[in-house]
Antibody, heavy 123, light 107 residues
Framework: QVQLVESGGGVVQPGRSLRLSCAASGFTFRTYGMHWVRQAPGKGLEWVAVILYDGTDKYYTDSVKGRFTISRDNSKNTVYLQMSSLRADDTAVYYC????????????????WGQGTMVTVSS | DIQMTQSPASLSASVGDRVTITCRASQSVFTYLNWYQQKPGRAPNLLIYAASSLQSGVPSRFSGSGSGTDFTLTISGLQPEDFASYYC?????????FGGGTKVEIK
């Protein structure tokens, strides 16, 4: 079945780096844009970044620009989020999610989500 | 950035009630408006896309309407499994933005 599985979360000190992975299965990964969305404890959803199906375009929310990098390896059916210069306010559950339709241009709904991976930034 | 404002932030309702949640965008998002349900400790689940289209597998008691800046999610006949948080989302403009959420609780 269609599935996304995140990994790589954990506890990290402020200023350090962490890389999240999201492994996809059950669909033709290379034809879908992929997103990262986060949710701080007890808070709402915040979109973080998107990478288009072929990796040519990437977009970020302002608060992570210059610190986070989204990438994908279509040969491994995996999307990544490299996070650096981490701050306490980056503490959240990080979800990956896929676009609803193939070859979308960032205007689709997110029809499949992973279970999330927790990132805690604390000294 | 497009601001998405949901109301109410929370509501109490009984099984069988008709529930309406509203979402207002700070500028037109046309019909690039989606609704998600989230239960505690779980990932969000897509309910409605393109303002009024029901996602496959979602019960027909859920419906969405609106365009431009004003949108509504309606649950016709609340069921026990519907007690959850609901979020609207606009995908018209980057950055994608979500509403603050509406928590539906048992009365």
């Amino acid at each position: 079945q269609v599935q996304l599985v995140e990994s790589g979360g954990g506890v990290v000190q402020p200023g350090r780096s962490l890389r999240l992975s999201c492994a996809a299965s059950g669909f033709t990964f290379r034809t879908y844009g992929m997103h990262w969305v986060r949710q701080a404890p007890g808070k709402g959803l915040e979109w973080v970044a998107v990478i288009l199906y072929d990796g040519t375009d990437k977009y970020y929310t302002d608060s992570v620009k210059g610190r986070f990098t989204i990438s994908r390896d279509n040969s491994k059916n995996t999307v990544y989020l490299q996070m650096s210069s981490l701050r306490a306010d980056d503490t959240a559950v990080y979800y990956c999610a896929k676009d609803q339709y193939t070859y979308a241009q960032v205007d689709d709904a997110f029809d499949i989500w992973g279970q999330g991976t927790m990132v805690t930034v604390s000294s | 950035d497009i601001q998405m404002t949901q109301s109410p932030a929370s509501l109490s309702a009984s099984v069988g009630d008709r529930v309406t949640i509203t979402c207002r965008a700070s500028q037109s998002v046309f019909t690039y408006l989606n609704w998600y349900q989230q239960k505690p400790g779980r990932a969000p689940n897509l309910l409605i896309y393109a303002a009024s289209s029901l996602q496959s597998g979602v019960p027909s008691r859920f419906s969405g309407s609106g365009s431009g800046t004003d949108f509504t999610l309606t649950i016709s006949g609340l069921q026990p499994e519907d007690f959850a948080s609901y979020y609207c989302q606009q995908t018209h403009t980057i950055p994608v933005t979500f509403g603050g959420g509406t928590k539906v609780e048992i009365k």
